[in-house]
């Protein structure tokens, strides 16, 4: 099970010489970030654990790694989301699909006559977790402590690579959703090699959201990434066909990149890489092609468009 030392390609975007650390290529059941984010619990016993409990989206990411880890553990996953569609209920595919192969316990809260109205992590915390005690807890998209344990595996492996490659200095550039990964590796830089900085931008909420994640995680704000202007903001999950343009358009440097954090990130890059000057930008894919599979039925039900 390949779950670190990924490589890295060099492609041309846009007329600009673009580093891709390949995390897409680790274990397809732990896809770049969350190969990264759950290094930890791979890595450790938890004595007296029986059941994993999180939280999210019906086709996370998160969802299809935390039940392959549950599965590897002999414990059982609960994974909590706000409502499961109609369509995907009837046709199960992506990240859903192969979560519920792998045993998951998906819970509906919009089915539960017990929710009285709360948002899933108050749910959880109120209801799931004080009758759990034996249940180990990891909030949406592994945004927690013990994720600082793989990130900084894979900054380590980063300094090692720009050291072979004899740079003097190095820009990291990632999409964020929680900020985890961007964090963990800007206090690992800034701690290990100063001479790398990490940029990202706000995918899930805007920069106000990622900023409020960062401070949750770490309160040293000298440690915290720098975030990129989006220019306009996009909700996230929509379908917007520049989206699927510049997804397309990466696809001709024989790189498949996913469809929900990638297209914002390269277009984010796209607008801020004249103020990189001479600097090497490596842009760090995190995996999620699995959900890929439910993506590209969407856009191709709202704008007729083929793979």
């Not at 007329?15 to 680790?26: A, G, N, P, S, T």
């Not at 969802?63 to 199960?92: C, E, T």
């Not at 100063?194 to 706000?202: D, E, L």
């Not at 995918?203 to 440690?223: A, C, M």
């Amino acid at each position: 099970m390949k779950l670190a030392q990924t490589p890295v390609d060099k492609i041309c975007f846009e007329q600009h010489q673009i580093f891709v650390k390949r995390d897409d290529l680790l274990h397809p059941e732990f896809s770049g970030n969350k190969a990264r984010k759950f290094a930890y619990f791979l890595a450790n016993d938890f004595p007296g654990i029986t059941k994993l409990v999180g939280y999210g989206s019906p086709q996370a990411n998160s969802l299809y790694s935390m039940s392959a880890l549950a599965k590897l553990k002999g414990w059982q996953l609960d994974f909590y989301v706000d409502h499961i569609a109609g369509y995907l209920r009837a046709n199960p595919l992506g990240n859903y699909q192969a979560a519920l192969v792998n045993g998951a316990n998906i819970i509906d809260l919009s089915l539960r006559a017990d929710r009285s109205k709360r948002d899933t992590l108050s749910y959880i915390e109120q209801s799931v977790m004080p009758v759990g005690p034996k249940a180990l807890f990891v909030p949406e998209g592994g945004r927690c402590h013990y994720a600082e344990y793989g990130v900084r595996q894979l900054a380590c492996e980063i300094i090692d690579w720009k050291q072979q490659q004899e740079l003097s200095e190095l820009v990291v550039f990632l999409p964020s959703g929680t900020g985890t990964t961007a964090l963990y590796l800007s206090k690992s830089f800034k701690q290990l090699d100063a001479s790398i900085r990490v940029c990202c931008c706000a995918v899930v909420g805007g920069e106000d959201y990622l900023k409020q994640q960062f401070t949750q995680l770490e309160t040293d704000v000298s440690l915290h990434p720098q975030i990129l202007d989006t220019h306009k903001r996009y909700h996230f999950g929509k379908l917007y066909p520049e989206f699927y343009q510049i997804w397309q358009q990466l696809k001709d440097t024989g790189i498949e990149f996913e469809l929900l954090y990638d297209p914002l990130g390269w277009m984010v890059l796209s607008q801020h890489l004249a103020e990189f000057g001479s600097q090497q930008v490596l842009y760090l894919h995190q995996g999620g092609l699995l959900g890929n599979q439910s993506m590209l039925p969407r856009y191709q039900r709202k704008y007729g468009v083929s793979n």
